[in-house]
Each structure stands twice: as structure tokens, then as C-alpha cells.
């Protein structure tokens, strides 16, 4: 790719992605995709989510479900998972990771102390319906509230 006329004196750059305080947040799941895993003998399910309330809307996460493992304890807590995410949304047999987007539900975020090697970053620990009770079907919108402007 060429970059023939881009100036960054020109643009304000990205600030540094900031890690959020603990706690329980209504979100979407906005994307999802399989990927390899790095030692290239499974994969994973990649989750795109975002958070569409409160001081913290429009902050991005990701989570990784190892579905594809030959560590089968790796495999149940993925599995686990997504039967969390599944109820939360009350989508309980979905076809396709598509069937889990833009359907409310709550995330419990926590933070990932700094290591040597990494600095600090927030991790999804869990996944609720909205409201705490038994999730229902959310009916299809043309454009979700969230995404309204």
C-alpha cells in the first residue's frame, strides 16, 4: 500500500487504549471469527465486543473461546462460555457465530495486572443476561438503539 500523501502532522494520532475499572457492563458482541491457534493445532473463536452504556460506551474487547483444542479442559471452559453467552442472549442452539451479534447482554470485565512483559489489560470474566433474570429473544431492529446517533 502506498502512502503518498498522508501527513501526521496532520491527523491526531490514537491515544493509548486505557484500561477500564472492573465491573459489569451492558455490551454487544459486534464480530466474531475463527482463527488459528498460534501452535497451529486448533483454533479459536475471536470476539469483537463493545460496551453500549454508561461511561465506558463504545469501548471495544475481545475474547477468544478455544472451541478447536486438543487440551480438552481448554475446550469445556470454551464451551462453558459460550453456553453463558448463549443464555444470556437466549439464543440457545445458534448456527453460526453470527446468530450472537448485536443481541444486549452484561460482561463482567476485570483487569489483567502488567506483567514484564505485557501492561495492564481488561479481560471478559463472565457473561449475564441484561436485567439478571432468564434471557428472552430479542427481536431484530432495523439499526439497534446503540447504534443510533
Known amino acids: 500500500m502506498r502512502l503518498d500523501g498522508f501527513n501526521a ?4 494520532p490514537n491515544a493509548p487504549r486505557e484500561v477500564i475499572s472492573p465491573g459489569d457492563y451492558k455490551a454487544v458482541i459486534t464480530g466474531s471469527e475463527e482463527r488459528p491457534t498460534k ?3 486448533g483454533s479459536y ?3 469483537r465486543v463493545q460496551i453500549i452504556e454508561g461511561p465506558h460506551q463504545g ?7 478455544n472451541l478447536n483444542n ?4 481448554t475446550v469445556e471452559i470454551a464451551n462453558r462460555t459460550l453456553s453463558a453467552i448463549c443464555r444470556a442472549i437466549g439464543v440457545m442452539t445458534p448456527r453460526d457465530s453470527t446468530d450472537l451479534h448485536d443481541k444486549p447482554l452484561m460482561v463482567r470485565v476485570t ?7 505485557y501492561q495492564a489489560s481488561n479481560e471478559i470474566s463472565g457473561y449475564a443476561p441484561v ?5 428472552a ?3 431484530a431492529a432495523a439499526v439497534p438503539p446503540w447504534k443510533r446517533k
Open 9 to 12: 502532522a496532520e491527523i491526531e
Open 39 to 41: 501452535a497451529q493445532d
Open 45 to 47: 473463536l475471536l470476539l
Open 59 to 65: 469501548v471495544n474487547l475481545t475474547d477468544r473461546l
Open 70 to 73: 486438543p487440551n480438552q479442559t
Open 111 to 117: 483487569v489483567k495486572p502488567a506483567d514484564g512483559k
Open 131 to 135: 436485567g439478571g433474570g432468564a434471557a
Open 137 to 139: 429473544p430479542v427481536a
